[in-house]
């Protein structure tokens, strides 16, 4: 019999799996379980941020507020917005914390809660401030997130991320360095409920220290609809429910029978400032 | 954002491109590869040939570089993650050896058979820094033999 060559017909050293299938499930998989561990690690941050102490907390804070402290003169305007919140804390709002107010120059109209106590005012929310009612407010504001201690849970959710993505691609990946270009002093974001919470302990606060809670819902007010979100940061942007917001206080201080006063002018090393710009 | 949409267009482009360079590679495979049928080419280091008929004994090779293409490295490194056969190195391995043989076919002309048949396949620009170029030699070598008819 002669032998004729022939082709085997078939390609036994490669697999006939479509590679966009194969792509899809190892894509699909990694990602579900990045999320997955994204998710878990978040609620272990709930569980972590009550039990962690202020002491490591503290620590924790230099990475953060290394800048503002160098940066350090204590002028006029920090020292009035110091003894504001000093008042509040003192009577009304006892924190474990020992607040220090940082006043940079900006135009966001927004304050930041940053851990190690270090609350940062920006001149452009200044600026907008007409009673020193308004200001107590949006500080005490700033307060009640120190009191729920959301501005830990805001950062914990960004580190673990980074944990995460380093764990899986390593150090010095792309993600990291996404995460660490875009963390910004005002982009802490908070959820509805952790804003919720922090406005009606600035409620509380406002009336226990002044016993009215005139001006409480102005800042909201005088803010456009239509205003540019990264101007108005913090208070504004991540809150198109601002509606929702003022409504909700305005019926917690009916429910409470917090009365409306006189709301107190803004203190004279403020206005300075404020006509100043 | 910027990041992700290199990223998604480098991908996309490593599949078409790859898929098209690919089928575009295999189809003059087969072609070669049919036209050279009758050239055995074989891993026996001896054939039962008398000495005085064998006119010439000459080494023969073929190389082939074949590289990978941005979408089948992110496969990979996704498929380094969970482990398993990698399924888009494959082929490249595949074309490359296919490819190395071929040449080395054409390099022996008119030989009667290939004998003694290696392959051997090594990674190129494994260690350039981070950046992996990604290619990958195949060679083939073995000993024609043109024999008297």
């Not at chain 1, 894509?27 to 379980?33: S, Y």
Request: aromatic share 6%; proline share 4%; glycine share 8%.
């Amino acid at each position: 019999m002669k032998f004729t060559a022939r082709q085997p017909g078939i390609n036994v050293n490669v697999s006939p799996t479509h590679p966009l299938k194969d792509f899809a499930i190892l894509a699909g998989g990694l990602l579900a379980i990045v999320v997955g561990v994204y998710l878990a690690l978040g609620l272990a941050v709930d569980l972590i941020v009550p039990r962690l102490s202020m002491d490591l907390e503290k620590k924790l804070a230099g990475a953060f507020v290394g800048r503002l402290v160098e940066t350090e003169e204590v002028d006029t305007t920090t020292r009035s917005l110091q003894g504001l919140v000093d008042r509040l804390q003192d009577r009304c709002a006892p924190l474990p914390y020992i607040i220090t107010v940082h006043v940079t120059e900006s135009d966001a109209v927004n304050a930041a809660a940053l851990p190690g106590g270090h609350m940062v005012v920006f001149t452009g929310l200044l600026a907008e401030m007409t009673s020193e009612n308004e200001l107590a407010f949006v500080l005490a504001h700033e307060l009640g997130h120190y009191a729920n201690r959301d501005h830990l849970r805001g950062l914990g959710r960004a580190l673990v991320l980074m944990t995460a993505s380093t764990v899986l691609l390593g150090a010095d990946n792309t993600v990291n360095s996404m995460i660490g270009q875009g963390m910004v002093l005002t982009e802490l974001s908070f959820s509805r409920k952790q804003e919720s919470q922090a406005d009606e302990f600035a409620l509380e606060t406002l009336f226990c220290h002044y016993g009215h809670v005139a001006d409480a819902t102005s800042f909201f007010n005088k803010i456009p609809e239509d205003g540019d979100p990264g101007r108005f940061g913090h208070y504004f942007a991540s809150h198109p429910e601002n509606r929702r917001r003022i409504s909700h206080l305005e019926d917690l201080a009916q429910e409470r029978g917090y009365p409306t006063g006189n709301p107190l002018p803004l203190p004279a090393e403020l206005t300075t400032k404020t006509n100043a710009h | 954002m910027i990041d992700l949409i290199i990223f998604l267009s480098l991908l996309a482009l490593g599949y078409g491109a790859g898929t098209w360079a690919e089928k575009r590679h295999y189809r003059s495979i087969a072609e070669r590869e049919n036209a050279a049928i009758n050239l055995p080419v074989v891993t026996l280091k001896s054939v039962d040939i008398p000495e005085h008929k064998i006119r010439s004994a000459k080494l023969v090779y073929g190389s082939a570089v074949i590289s990978v293409d941005y979408f089948k490295r992110i496969l990979a490194s996704l498929r380094n993650v969970f482990g398993g056969k990698v399924k888009s190195y494959e082929s490249l391995l595949d074309r490359a050896r296919r490819e190395a043989l071929l040449r080395m076919k054409e390099m022996a002309g008119n030989a009667t058979v290939i004998v003694n048949v290696r392959i051997e396949t090594s990674a190129i620009g494994k260690q350039s820094k981070r950046k992996n170029i990604g290619c990958l030699e195949a060679m083939a070598y073995g000993t024609a033999l043109t024999v008297e008819e």
